[in-house]
């Protein structure tokens, strides 16, 4: 069965650090998402992404995130310049249709981000 | 305001019996998809089940049934005959027609504990 991949499962990063998490979406999905989930608190969208654009983002995902599809498999999100409070757990989805009603996201295994 | 509530940070619930965790929504939409989410220890999301709003019937996977009460903006998950494997963290979301369906909103999640 395919899915999303996300590499690596956990990337430790110093303060102030260039950070760039990689996901490799199901091959026919066109629909593109980032979530992060601090620990021990609920999942928050940061952005989706189709057609290459940006077709969402939240408040969260301000100058210091950008997502980029650099080829026809992976997606990126990467981290300018890496604070604290962004230790989390991102995970990556895709979907095959816009996702107005039932068609579903796939979410990758998520990779742990520790800033120290 | 909250657009997805999950009043029970955690519930118990011993082995082979039913469970309803419960969820409530606010939206003005017409048109918006609900969702059930389960989170176990190891960090994957997996999507569990599905109501759309204009939906006449309650939603059921296996297991797992959706109590839908339109008029009260709830979307309660139903789990019959628990298992052991059912403990988890478990998330209700919520995506809106008006913003074409790219962005899910989730609740804070209930912990579920199964007990032998």
């Known amino acids: 069965e395919p899915e999303v991949t996300q590499t690596p499962s956990h990337q430790v990063t110093q303060m102030g650090q260039e950070v760039i998490l990689r996901c490799v979406p199901i091959?026919?999905?066109?629909?593109f998402y980032w979530y992060r989930q601090i620990l021990g608190q609920k999942v928050e969208f940061l952005v989706s992404?189709?057609?290459?654009?940006?077709?969402?983002k939240s408040e969260i995902f301000d100058d210091q995130f950008s997502v980029e599809r650099p080829d026809g498999s992976n997606f990126t999100l990467k981290i300018r310049s890496t604070k604290l409070e962004d230790s989390a757990m991102y995970f990556c989805?895709?979907?095959?249709?816009?996702?107005?009603?039932?068609?579903?996201?796939?979410f990758g295994p998520g990779t742990r981000l520790t800033v120290t | 305001a909250q657009k997805i509530t999950q009043t029970q940070p955690g519930m118990f619930v011993q082995e082979k019996e039913a469970v309803t965790l419960d969820c409530t929504y606010d939206?003005?939409?017409?048109?918006?998809?609900l969702f059930w989410y389960k989170q176990p220890s190891s960090g994957e999301m997996i999507f569990l089940i599905y109501?759309?709003?204009?939906?006449?019937q309650n939603a059921t996977e296996g297991r797992y049934s959706l109590n839908f009460q339109k008029a009260r903006k709830s979307a309660n998950l139903v789990i019959s005959a628990s298992q052991l494997g059912d403990s988890a963290m478990y998330f209700c979301?919520?995506?809106?027609?008006?913003?074409?369906?790219?962005?899910?909103?989730f609740g804070a999640g209930t912990r579920l504990f199964v007990k032998a």
């Open positions: 989805a895709s979907s095959e249709r816009l996702l107005v009603l039932s068609y579903e996201q796939y």
């Open positions: 091959s026919n999905h066109l629909y």
């Open positions: 992404f189709y057609n290459n654009e940006i077709s969402e």
């Open positions: 939206t003005s939409d017409q048109s918006y998809g």
């Open positions: 109501q759309g709003s204009y939906d006449e």
């Open positions: 979301a919520m995506r809106e027609g008006n913003t074409g369906g790219f962005k899910t909103i």
